[in-house]
């Protein structure tokens, strides 16, 4: 998601940084392209001329022109007003609601719906509340089945009744149970419809009244474009949301359903769900001034930082930086360090967090899918060798590379190529244990780079 409009809101403001003043007419350009960017993003049109207006309002006032690198404080001007335009972080509000506290699942069908309470029922137990899921969509097929086995998948509780009753009843029965199981929060996964109609919104609106809800999050797929505006529009007018949550957000999506949605609802976007994977890795919190980074190609290095303190316990880092600046570290640490960073996700979307990294991305001069097939034969390589043979690459001789190389589909320089890597990277962590490196301020003697 994003990474149209990332690519054009970036040409536009490398025509500002030609010059050394930016001018009347720059900005005027600049805006254009911006306008051209939002609209082709499917931003709503209302939404992008508040946008353009205040951004404008902002770059042609006494600030740009002090002449201090000015097409720099023009792209902060921009990346302020996307975070003012996505509005504040939505954090889950329980505050008077008695336990369990209910969230409501809302949207249409296909909008991902089911698997995203499945995901947030995770959410929740790892934030240490104990969820309880209710199956309350009678209407899509399996959808019933689809949550129990999604529940039993994950390891939590669960009500169902199948099909036959109201969701209404199922849900206010579903509320008891989760209330006699000891949960914490009860998450509902109401019926959709492919469209919005007076039967649903009655329905949903007799939900509410039975259970209270402490929350209820509108789940949209992030692929609909301005269609967006009117689904989120009715939603609200009829049920009432507290948030969203975006889904689909690595798929084809341009950007314009956050914007919109956000902005014509005033409730914040609460979390992003990527992929069919109902795992911790496809469900995020929403951080706007981390989505703003992204949109400006500024990588998100925080939530790159989060991924990766999810898979190391600290005792386990310690272990691993003592190996490495031992000079001890072995193919079969690089194996198990390979297989944490594919854990995270995609390479890809892992790259794209980097500073820079999307630019190339989206240019072809980064190949996804390259680097992807890489990392597949460096593993498949070092998955051929023996333990032994991993913790003491010196007794890899000449048949013991044939073995590996036919173990692994690959040729004998290849594996070559993999351990000559490790090799420098061997020397590289002795320079560092050395303190050969220039001492960088603030680093401790012999980490500079």
Request: aromatic fraction near 4%; proline fraction near 4%; avoid cysteine.
């Amino acid at each position: 998601m994003f990474e149209s409009l990332s690519q054009r809101l970036q040409n536009a403001f490398e025509s500002l940084g030609r010059g050394g003043v930016v001018t009347e007419d720059d900005i005027k350009s600049a805006m254009r392209e911006v306008r051209m960017a939002l609209l082709e993003a499917d931003v709503a049109l209302p939404i992008v001329k508040d946008f353009v207006s205040r951004v404008r309002e902002q770059a042609l006032g006494a600030e740009v022109h002090k002449r201090l690198r000015p097409h720099e404080q023009v792209i902060k001007i921009v990346h302020d007003e996307l975070i003012t335009t996505l509005g504040e972080p939505g954090r889950l509000n329980f505050s008077g609601s008695t336990k369990p506290h209910v969230i409501m699942m809302i949207g249409l069908q296909g909008s991902g719906k089911t698997t995203s309470a499945a995901k947030l029922a995770m959410y929740l137990r790892k934030e240490g509340r104990q969820p309880f899921l209710v199956a309350a969509d009678t209407y899509r097929p399996a959808a019933v089945d689809q949550l129990v086995t999604l529940a039993k998948q994950v390891g939590i509780s669960y009500y169902e009744e199948g099909v036959r009753a109201t969701p209404p009843d199922i849900a206010k029965r579903g509320l008891q149970a989760g209330k006699e199981a000891g949960a914490a929060v009860v998450v509902i996964d109401t019926a959709g419809r492919l469209q919005i109609d007076e039967q649903l919104m009655t329905e949903l609106v007799e939900i509410k009244r039975r259970t209270q809800p402490a929350e209820v999050l509108l789940v949209a797929d992030a692929m609909t474009g301005q269609e967006a505006v009117n689904i989120a529009t009715g939603f609200n007018e009829r049920v009432g949301i507290t948030g969203l949550i975006l889904t689909k957000v690595d798929g084809d999506a341009r950007g314009g359903a956050a914007l919109s949605m956000r902005s014509v609802t005033g409730v914040p976007i609460k979390f992003m769900g990527t992929g069919e994977k109902v795992s911790l890795d496809t469900f995020e919190i929403f951080h706007p001034d981390r989505i703003a980074d992204r949109i400006l190609g500024m990588g998100d290095m925080m939530t790159l930082i989060e991924k990766a303190e999810q898979l190391y316990e600290e005792e386990e880092a310690l272990r691993l930086q003592k190996k490495m600046m031992e000079n001890k570290f072995t193919l079969q640490d690089f194996l198990d360090q390979l297989r944490k960073i594919r854990s995270m996700g995609p390479i890809g979307k892992v790259l794209g967090m980097l500073p820079g990294m999307s630019r190339l991305q989206t240019e072809g001069a980064l190949d996804n899918e390259e680097v992807e097939k890489r990392i597949r034969k460096v593993e498949a390589i070092l998955n051929s060798m023996t333990i032994e043979e991993r913790e003491r690459p010196k007794i890899l001789d000449a048949s013991r590379k044939k073995r590996i190389a036919r173990g692994s589909g690959v040729e004998v320089r290849d594996v070559n190529d993999v351990i000559k890597q490790y090799r420098q990277m061997q020397k590289m962590m002795d320079q560092l244990r050395k303190g050969r490196f220039p001492k960088i301020p603030g680093l401790p003697d012999g980490l500079g780079l």
